[in-house]
């Protein structure tokens, strides 16, 4: 080993554990380390660039115009409502829709398509006498599974292809994956509606034990007459910047004030609803002229009218929120909303909710002024995944069905090898423009930059992998030790590090990874090289046993009410009837 190898290692370790950790956003993380191997010379300037150039990150930032336009329509929703009518059982309902999700995962990113059925699907549970937490888990592992299908159905089956192109192979065509994709999610269907569906646990959703438990998060107080700062604002009453407190809501003659400013005057009469550290109340009990109701049936639906709306939301893992204390975020005058409680990992955060730190997978129940769902709108920060419009009723029908049929011919062109994938996706978005389907500013609230830089750093992480040849050295460790087992176990040993890779870290970031790795060992070996392009590929979508291993785990983590140990308990089966399958394919198919 080098002393350039020692330092790649070393970096890359010490990333890995960032990640896991999550000590800043994952992008940030991965392009610091770009920069440092870049800075001390480990790769060229070339290499560290060829990530944002590459042809498949670029058709990624395409295919998420492409989904948006398909989004905005509502076709997928409606499919899915339709069929959720006179379903009353959640096993029966899984059955039925885990299928049509799983076929638009293969031509959609997964990410908005459990976004906008997540609120949908809670909503059924909650009018059916059904947990959501039997529901959820189930919608993100069939969108993974049904992205194996096509080229297009996940990041990761881009990432691979444009790896293969740079490496001077041809690449996938667009249904070769569909080999393994196909069985593994028809079998891993099977799995979720049966085993998998008494794996699931039966818990209330948070809105729901907000609910029941409403003293303990919520505090009314009223404003008597002799209260000193009538008519001043909070701020100047002292009450903006309490110890364990936060004031959320002022009911005043029946209307709601929400979010509070800190300009709000006060009047006597007032009800102010307080949330955060309740035990510290009695800071209030020593201000004249406030009455801490202790005997009030204070509830969540006290606190919403026809312009404030209680939902909850989830924490991206790309957001700009992260690693942030609220109070710093501007929460409240950005989305017009007022935070009332912060889960994470299916437990309160104990404390005032200013001073929180916000973290991937927080799931927030917060009050949303009128502006507060347009601003939602407009941002990746977090997901909502409350029902707060009614469900699109296909006003743009014409309009989506032509996107879905436009995408259906590029597919075709794409399949008889008319034209590449990244032309037909460009053409695609031409024609997006052209028609007027989607304007540049939906074009651009589409592309998720965030993941895109993730994904462009990682390919100058693989590239010192290689031109450190540290690639090379682990390729002949991973050769050594897997000798005995033959080409099969070298074909096991790449599966199990990426898929555990994608557990912990990015799938795309571990499939970039992996690559350099795989590639030197077949080499070595002089064995075929997309037997292992495929394995890395599949292994780093396969991501069912933790909720940071993929997105969409992440998304319905806390609108689940789950606990880490679900994931463990309903996805490690699964992991391994997927593997066991996949590897079998490769095996006899690319061997």
């Known amino acids: 080993m080098t002393i350039e190898i020692g330092f790649v290692l070393i970096s890359i370790i010490i990333m890995m554990i960032g990640l896991i950790r999550e000590w800043i956003r994952p992008d940030i993380l991965v392009f610091i380390t770009l920069a440092m191997f870049l800075i001390t010379n480990v790769i060229s300037v070339e290499d560290a660039l060829s990530g944002f150039s590459n042809e498949g990150m670029l058709t990624i930032a395409l295919l998420f115009i492409v989904a948006g336009a398909i989004q905005k329509s509502g076709i997928a929703e409606r499919l899915i409502i339709n069929l959720l009518d006179r379903q009353t059982g959640s096993k029966w309902l899984l059955a039925k829709i885990l299928t049509p999700i799983a076929i638009f995962s293969g031509f959609m990113n997964n990410t908005p398509i459990v976004v906008t059925l997540t609120p949908i ?3 059924w549970c909650q009018d059916n006498g059904v947990s959501a937490s039997k529901v959820l888990i189930p919608l993100s592992y069939a969108t993974i599974l049904g992205g194996t299908i096509t080229l297009i159905g996940t990041s990761t089956n881009l990432v691979v292809h444009g790896l293969l192109k740079d490496a001077g192979f041809k690449g996938y065509s667009f249904f070769e994956l569909c080999i393994i994709g196909i069985p593994i999610t028809m079998i891993g269907i099977l ?4 085993i998998g569906y008494k794996l699931l646990p039966d818990y209330k959703n948070l809105t729901e034990t907000v609910q029941e438990r409403a003293k303990e998060y919520l505090a009314e107080v009223i404003v008597l007459e002799d209260f000193p700062f009538e008519n001043q604002s909070i701020e100047v009453a002292g009450l903006r910047n309490l110890k364990g407190l936060f004031l959320v809501q002022i009911i005043r003659n029946n209307e709601v004030i929400s979010p509070v400013k800190s300009s709000t005057k006060i009047l006597q009469g007032d009800k102010l609803i307080f949330t955060g550290l309740l035990t510290t109340i009695a800071e209030l009990q020593t201000m004249k002229g406030l009455h801490i109701e202790t005997g009030s049936e204070l509830n969540l639906n006290n606190l919403k009218d026809r312009n404030i709306k209680l939902v909850e939301a989830v924490i991206s893992d790309q957001s700009s929120l992260l690693h942030k204390r609220i109070n710093d975020s501007n929460f409240r005058s950005n989305y017009d909303a007022s935070i009332i ?4 990992k299916n437990e309160r955060i104990e404390s005032k909710i200013g001073e929180i730190i916000l973290k991937p997978g927080d799931h927030l129940l917060i009050l949303g002024g009128s502006d507060f769902r347009k601003r939602a709108d407009a941002t990746t920060d977090f997901f909502v995944v409350t029902l707060i419009n009614n469900p699109p009723q296909l006003e743009n029908q014409a309009k989506g069905w032509f996107s879905i049929f436009t995408l259906l011919a590029m597919v075709t062109l794409v399949t008889f090898n008319v034209i590449s994938m990244f032309k037909a996706m460009v053409l695609m978005v031409l024609i997006l423009f052209l028609t007027k389907i989607i304007t540049p500013e939906e074009a651009k609230h589409s592309i998720q930059f965030n993941v895109l830089l993730l994904i462009a750093s990682a390919f100058g992480i693989g590239a010192a992998l290689i031109e450190s040849g540290t690639a090379s050295w682990l390729a002949g460790l991973l050769t050594s030790m897997a000798k005995p087992l033959g080409t099969f176990g070298l074909l096991v040993i790449i599966y199990v590090i990426t898929n555990i890779f994608t557990e912990i870290i990015s799938n795309s970031a571990a499939a970039v990874l992996m690559f ?47 606990k880490f140990i679900d994931y463990l ?14 590897l079998f394919i490769i095996y006899f198919v690319w061997l």
């Open 121 to 123: 699907l809670r909503k």
């Open 341 to 344: 409680a912060v889960h994470r």
């Open 516 to 562: 350099p790795i795989a590639i030197e060992i077949s080499q070595q070996n002089q064995v075929e090289p997309m037997a292992f392009a495929v394995a890395i590929t599949i292994a780093a979508s396969a991501g069912f046993s933790t909720p940071i291993g993929y997105q969409t785990n992440l998304i319905v983590y806390g609108p689940g009410g789950y």
């Open 191 to 194: 799995y979720i509606t049966t």
């Open 569 to 582: 308990r309903v996805g490690i089966p699964l992991n391994i009837i997927v593997m066991l399958v996949s």
